[in-house]
């Protein structure tokens, strides 16, 4: 079945200790997003990529980076994790970004913890 | 601009019927609603397009007014499986921006 995939979907680390987060899709979808969603909250988006343009979101805190290797894969990267990110990081994707009736299908998320 | 859901909460028993409504200040090309389970990822409910369209999946379906810029999302004779947390989402020529989401808890 086509779908995205996250790993780990359990990640602890420390304080300061540089962290990556794992995406890939089998949806062969032009765009991969990362949302960051703390307890009772929504989703928010950090970044997202359109094939291999990224799209940084304004408030997005410098700590965090991403890379895409290529369509099927994108990585999150926290620099020097706080315990403000500990928080549930979801990935998705979509074929495009500016059709209103596509949709973005969600991975199951990875749970970060900061110790 | 992120839209605005009420209520932020209900309660109801099984069987019982809840509206959920999302609103934005601006224009909507499209409303996207999700049910999102404790520590799992948004599950895609369904979409609605601008022309004031009404959807239904089974017993829940929804409502798009363009003109009033909001969307409704009706839960009829409500089930335990209900429960979670509902986001809508908008989209224009960018990705999708959630609401804050309303937490639905189904009892017996």
């Known amino acids: 079945d086509a779908m995205v995939i996250q790993n780990p979907r359990y990640q602890v680390t420390q304080f300061g200790k540089p962290v990556t987060l794992s995406c890939s899709q089998t949806?062969?979808?032009?765009?991969m997003y990362w949302y960051q969603q703390k307890s009772s909250q929504a989703p928010k988006l950090l970044f997202h990529y359109y094939d291999k343009d990224f799209n940084n979101e304004a408030d997005t805190p410098d700590n965090f980076q991403s890379r895409r290797p290529n369509t099927s894969f994108c990585f999150l990267d926290i620099r020097s994790p706080g315990l403000g990110d500990a928080a549930m990081y979801l990935c998705?994707?979509?074929?495009?970004?500016?059709?209103?009736?596509?949709?973005?299908?969600f991975g199951p998320g990875t749970r970060l913890l900061v110790l | 601009q992120q839209p605005v859901q009420s209520p932020q909460a209900v309660i109801l028993r099984e069987g019982e019927d809840a509206v959920i409504n999302c609103s934005s200040s601006k224009a909507l090309y499209s409303v996207h609603w999700y049910r999102q389970k404790h520590g799992e990822a948004p599950i895609f409910l369904m979409i609605?397009?601008?022309?004031?369209e009404q959807k239904g999946h089974d017993k829940i379906s929804a409502s798009f007014n363009e003109k009033k810029q909001q969307s409704s999302l009706y839960l009829t004779a409500s089930q335990l499986s209900y429960s979670g947390t509902y986001f809508c989402?908008?989209?224009?020529?960018?990705?999708?921006?959630f609401g804050k989401g309303t937490r639905l808890s189904v009892i017996a």
């Open positions: 949806l062969n979808h032009n765009v």
């Open positions: 998705a994707t979509s074929r495009d970004t500016t059709t209103a009736s596509e949709t973005q299908y």
């Open positions: 609605l397009l601008k022309g004031g």
């Open positions: 989402g908008t989209r224009g020529n960018t990705p999708l921006v």
